[in-house]
């Protein structure tokens, strides 16, 4: 059988993953590269190993040695998590990280990229059986977004995509036309929760891919904890890019947030 090798880090969307692929005959040899991977993983994977993201050598070894191909990376790995790991890093990782020209998130992921590639090992699209999880424009709670929060969405949408254009983050949160928070090493929640406090309440979270997303990786996401943070900081609209976004546990978020007075919506930039 046909074996797929996975490097998960945090959240639902590596489960996802592999019970995608495992439906259609693929055995999944799942590498959790940070702690605090979802357990159902090590229940599921057809084979389970558990290497610090800072072991590059180890990671790159051991999908040989188990005749793997083809990788995805999915779930959560923040620079913040990267860099953290890298306390002692291996001979390997220290090497690429001293040929990195800066330490962006694209200029980081392409370096591994192409150190898998060394080794002949092919990085999937991030979406090839999550297609299901992108969502087309629509608003999917109860409740509808205001003119003014529209306003809100249109702006954070435009922001958004300079902030990806810049390669800093995808997630923007906005009050009143102004900006209370942007994405940056810290990652999707720690900066909703900064920018929820500041809005004082009302904020409206808006989500986007990069002008020139790489669907290899880093593909925007959001699901339960990206509601939590909000909850947690009084956010009252979350947006998303339609057909580019992973939305994922989308009927519990959906549940949760209709009990809360959230609105949840996808947007196209051509309809703002």
């Known amino acids: 059988m046909e074996r797929i090798g996975l490097l998960a880090g945090v959240g639902t969307l590596p489960v996802e993953f592999l019970q995608a692929a495992q439906a259609q005959g693929y055995e999944v040899v799942c590498i959790a590269v940070i702690p605090g991977v979802d357990p159902r993983l090590k229940e599921l994977a057809n084979v389970y190993y558990d290497i610090n993201v800072a072991k590059l050598n180890r990671i790159i070894r051991t999908l040989t040695e188990e005749h793997v191909r083809e990788v995805t990376m999915l779930g959560k790995v923040t620079k913040e ?3 953290k790991g890298l306390h002692l890093p291996d001979m390997r990782a220290l090497k690429l990280l001293n040929r990195l020209r800066n330490r962006k998130d694209d200029t980081i992921m392409l370096a591994i990229v192409d150190e898998l590639a060394k080794d002949g090992i092919s990085v999937l699209d991030q979406t090839k059986y999550l297609k299901p999880l992108m969502p087309g424009p629509q608003v999917f709670t109860k409740k509808k977004p205001t003119e003014d929060q529209m306003k809100d969405v249109a702006y954070g949408f435009c922001t958004a995509k300079m902030l990806g254009g810049m390669d800093i983050g995808q997630t ?17 929640d720690a900066c909703i929760r900064r920018g929820g406090e500041l809005g004082r ?7 986007t891919a990069k002008p020139k997303q790489d669907t290899r990786f880093d593909v925007p996401a959001v699901g339960l904890q990206t509601l939590h943070s909000m909850i947690e900081s009084g956010c009252s609209v979350l947006a998303i890019e339609a057909y580019r976004t992973l939305f994922a546990e989308k009927d519990a978020v959906i549940q949760e947030a209709d009990r809360k007075g959230i609105v949840i919506l996808s947007v196209e930039q051509g309809q703002l």
């Open 201 to 207: 309440g009302g904020a409206v979270v808006v989500k």
């Open 81 to 83: 998590w990267l860099f």
């Open 172 to 188: 923007v949160v906005v009050k009143n036309q102004a900006v209370m928070a942007l994405e940056a090493i810290e990652g999707t």
